[in-house]
């Protein structure tokens, strides 16, 4: 199944922003690591934010949360990441459906 997955994050005032870059490395090696694995099918970084999309490959919403949390980033910062996970659905799939439904 495919879920896109929506990554808001954020650091305290307390952390300094090469702490920060530390954990963030290691994200970045362990999501391109994914992606070259296939559990990842792309990822982004939002120009000017502190915003990551995900287009993930798993086998249902288990895998998702179990992903989620052994993420580095998660792991290290979690408190203060917010994620919105979305089920995707193939255009071509919906498309065959709603094709079939009109007869």
Known sequence: M???ADFHIEYP??????DFFS???REAEA???AKKGGVVVDIWKCV????????????GPDMVDQ????L????????????????????????????????
């Open 72 to 103: 580095p980033l998660m792991k290290e910062h979690g408190q203060h990441v917010q994620v919105v996970v979305t089920p995707l659905r193939r255009m071509e799939d919906f498309a065959a459906d709603v094709k079939k439904r009109l007869g």
């Open 67 to 70: 992903m989620l949390l052994d």
């Open 23 to 25: 954990i963030w490395a």
């Open 2 to 4: 495919l879920y896109h």
């Open 31 to 33: 999501a391109l690591g």
């Open 48 to 59: 000017g934010t502190r915003r990551v999309i995900a287009v993930v490959n798993v086998d």
């Open 13 to 18: 005032a307390s952390m300094s922003q090469k």
